[in-house]
């Protein structure tokens, strides 16, 4: 699949803003822009609205490590269904704020994405509806996802 019209549905929203992406890649047929965290939510509402990408196919976050600075991502997988075209963004956040606003008012399937993100990964996404645990127990201990969790994990029920 060719990454032609996200690349410029990319290249035009830059155009409109620098501001709006700070990297590009093109790699292996995926076209990835870096959007910062307090732009999010205007370059989704661009993307879906002028350049059809109408569908949040994925939103996920990733713990880089502890190590790493910024230390989470959220990646969001985007997917034209008039053009046939993906775009990947991706928005780095630091340990001491892992916070972004939600895209719950663009896609309202954001709404389960977001809560699994945060509940594995502790990505918080201000002004989302219902930001609570979905699959872990509400009284769970940490975000199992994280890379510092422990390796053989924790068990807060005994089984016997």
Known sequence: MSTDFAREAIEKLRSENESWITD??????????????????????????????????????????????????????????????????????SEDSPNVETVTTVWKTANWHERETYDLVGIIFDGHPDLRRILLPSDFDGHALRKDYPLRGYEPYSLT
């Open 24 to 93: 590009v890649k093109d790699a292996l047929g995926e076209f990835t822009a870096t959007v910062p965290a307090s732009s999010i939510v205007e370059v989704c509402e661009k993307l879906k609205n002028d350049h059809g990408f109408d569908l949040l196919a994925d939103l996920c976050g990733c713990d880089r490590g502890p190590e790493e600075e910024p230390r989470f991502e959220v990646n969001y997988h985007l997917f034209s269904t008039v053009h046939y075209n993906r775009v990947r963004l991706k928005v780095l956040l």
